[in-house]
């Protein structure tokens, strides 16, 4: 079964074509739909889940660009372009690479392999039945500009994810560190809740959630599209609510 669902929006068939070759080679990731313009996938993305999206620039209607401006929570996406101009703004909206056309499968494959998958609901099970507690792990030395820094647990409010690296907002300060959202999960256990592809939080650090935003003090972390189901699970199986 593939690990993937991705939609391609681009409006030149030569390169929906070349997209769809590639991804017919890559069986782990399944093609969902194809769309000549960001309005009609705009539609689609709100009553269908996806975890990753291959977006042109030069687009009819709303540009790649305008179209993840606009888009809450959007899906993980790596630009297709013809023009580089547009890639240090791009990233600057979180995109995970940029392709520039025409590029060769080998450049797609290295592209696609830094997408990370939805979460596993059997791990979210387990997470569930374990303490909320990280005593046997209680800090972490982290590389900070050559330096092993120390960093309590028990200071992190939450980690948000940049691309290569990971941002430790804590009660000191902020920490950053060269590392994947998937190791720093793994490595912070269970006393820490993953609840969109960008934040994990300290547990014992909310103070508040909705349907939408789980809350550190004043702070709103949005929760992910494709983390909703496990993050409601999750508030609904490990605390007493009590009625109003």
């Not at 960001?38 to 009819?60: G, H, M, R, T």
């Not at 550190?216 to 992910?224: K, R, S, T």
């Not at 496990?230 to 009590?242: A, I, K, L, P, Q």
Request: with cysteine.
């Amino acid at each position: 079964m593939p690990d993937i669902t991705c939609i391609v929006i681009e409006d030149e068939k030569p390169a929906q074509e070349v997209l769809k070759s590639f991804l017919q080679k890559t069986e782990w990731i399944k093609l969902a739909a194809v769309f000549d313009d960001a309005v009609s996938a705009l539609d689609y993305l709100k009553k269908n889940e996806v975890d990753l999206i291959f977006l042109d620039i030069q687009i009819p209607t709303l540009t790649g660009l305008e179209f993840l401006k606009i888009i809450k929570d959007p899906p993980q996406v790596i630009i297709t372009s013809a023009y580089s101009q547009y890639a240090i703004e791009a990233f600057e909206l979180d995109v995970r690479d940029y392709l520039m056309k025409p590029f060769s499968f080998d450049r797609f494959l290295k592209a696609v392999n830094r997408i990370a998958t939805r979460p596993d609901p059997a791990t979210v099970q387990q997470f569930n039945s374990k303490t909320h507690s990280s005593a046997d792990k209680s800090f972490a030395f982290f590389n900070v500009k050559k330096t092993m820094t120390k960093v309590m647990f028990n200071d992190i409010l939450f980690v948000e994810s940049m691309r290569e690296y990971v941002y430790l907002h804590t009660t000191r300060g902020k920490v950053v560190t060269k590392m994947s959202t998937a190791e720093m999960e793994k490595l912070l256990g269970p006393g820490f809740v993953r609840i969109h592809r960008s934040f994990i939080v300290n547990i014992e650090k909310i103070t508040a959630y909705n349907a939408e935003d789980v809350f550190v003090d004043q702070v709103a972390l949005p929760i992910g599209v494709n983390y909703k189901k496990y993050v409601d699970d999750f508030f609904r199986n490990s605390f007493t609510h009590s009625a109003s």
